[in-house]
Structure formats: C-alpha cells, structure tokens
T-cell receptor, first 117, second 115 residues
Framework: AQSVTQLDSHVSVSEGTPVLLRCNYS??????LFWYVQHPNKGLQLLLK??????LVKGINGFEAEFKKSETSFHLTKPSAHMSDAAEYFC???????????????FGTGTRLLVSP | DGGITQSPKYLFRKEGQNVTLSCEQN?????MYWYRQDPGQGLRLIYY???????QKGDIAEGYSVSREKKESFPLTVTSAQKNPTAFYLC??????????????FGPGTRLTVL
C-alpha cells in the first residue's frame, strides 16, 4: 500500500530565506506525487505534480520539488519565502489506477509553514 | 468561472440530527470525492463516485451516505450514526482516467460542528 510521511509538522522561516518541506513516500508502483497547499479554512490548491517525466518539477508561486527514487523522497523547496506562503502543505502519493480506473490519493499529515517578517 | 462550490460554509448540528452537505462542480468531471479533515490527520476519503448513479465507500464511510443523481452534484449526508462528525469536509473532482495521474480540484470546504 502507498503511504507518505511528512517529516516536519511545522517549519518556521524568515521572509526572504529558503523553504524546505520534506516528504518521503512508499509505493509498490512507479508513483505519481503531488504537493498541495491549503490556506486557513480554504480548500486545497495544487502546487505541482510528478508523473514520471522530469524529476525536477516546477510549480506555481516559485515552488519546485525533486523526485529522488533512490531516497524515496519528494521534497518541496522555494528559494525565497514570502509572507503569503504561510499555509499548510500536503504531500500526496497516488496509487496505481487499477482496473476500476480509480486513482486513490493518499495524503500526508501536513506541514504548517510559518513565515516571519 | 469553472470550479467546485460547497455549501454551507459553516454548519451546526444537534446530536441525533442528519445533515446534508452540498457539492456542485461545473468542470465536467466524471469523478467526485468527499474527504474529511481533522487536525494533524491529513485528509481521509469518505466516498467517491466515478460516474453518475454509482459510488463507492472510501476509508471512513461509516455514518455517512451519498448520492450521485447528476454529474454535477455529489451531496454528502452525515447521519446520526456518525459518532464524531465535527470536522472540516472537502469535496473534490477530477477526470476519471485509468492512465493519467489526475489532479483533484477541491472545493472551499464545509466546517461542521456538533453542538
């Protein structure tokens, strides 16, 4: 079964400094991986996704993530944090769509990013 | 604008009541999903539907029911059998394809509180 572990429940950075949110996954198949962002009391928005093309994936708002199969990791980075980046971030692995065509998403428990001025 | 709407934004329920959460999408997606979000637990799948008039239980379906009479709509009923219904509920939709890693589009959520 697929699973995902977000290694930090909270990450604090200063505005203008780099952001690193860590994610490790477990999958029996070649996985599809996603990062979603959630602002308080809002729905989730897709930041980026990996689907076995380029291992370095660029997303919205300057975020990117690198798929490392040998390390089973999919860490999210941004060179310079902005106050508006403060939110909760979810790493998500998708299992293999089997005969039903249903592709279940398995969510990590989230990392809350705090950005100080 | 294309997207997913959920209503109401906030909902209060008394013990023993059934309540229904609305989810509507105009993205022409075949697949729709309901998730429950609790602090520190990520999102857990309640029900999903890949086509009209068909739906399947997710990981935590007990105490919930759904219907899918129209492609655009996937309402969730929280029944009195759900012992701990206070949570944030998120509806999502996606293309239903067995070959693609399809992103799911999320609505803004409904926060349900039991009084």
């Amino acid at each position: 079964a697929q699973s995902v572990t977000q290694l930090d429940s909270h990450v604090s950075v200063s505005e203008g400094t780099p952001v690193l949110l860590r994610c490790n996954y477990s999958s029996s198949y070649s996985p599809s991986l996603f990062w979603y962002v959630q602002h308080p009391n809002k729905g989730l928005q897709l930041l980026l996704k990996y689907t076995s093309a380029a291992t370095l994936v660029k997303g919205i708002n300057g975020f990117e993530a690198e798929f490392k199969k040998s390390e089973t990791s999919f860490h999210l980075t941004k060179p310079s944090a902005h106050m508006s980046d403060a939110a909760e971030y979810f790493c998500v692995v998708s299992d293999h769509p089997m005969d039903t065509g249903f592709q279940k998403l398995v969510f990590g428990t989230g990392t809350r990013l705090l950005v100080s001025p | 604008d294309g997207g997913i709407t959920q209503s109401p934004k906030y909902l209060f329920r008394k013990e023993g009541q059934n309540v229904t959460l609305s989810c509507e999408q105009n993205l022409n997606h075949d697949a729709m999903y309901w998730y429950r979000q609790d602090p520190g637990q990520g999102l857990r799948l309640i029900y999903y539907s890949q086509i009209v008039n068909d739906f399947q239980k997710g990981d935590i379906a007990e105490g919930y029911s759904v219907s899918r009479e129209k492609k655009e709509s996937f309402p969730l009923t929280v029944t009195s059998a759900q012992k701990n219904p206070t949570a944030f509920y998120l509806c999502a939709s996606s293309i239903a394809s067995p070959f693609l890693a399809n992103e799911q589009f999320f609505g803004p959520g409904t926060r349900l509180t039991v009084l």
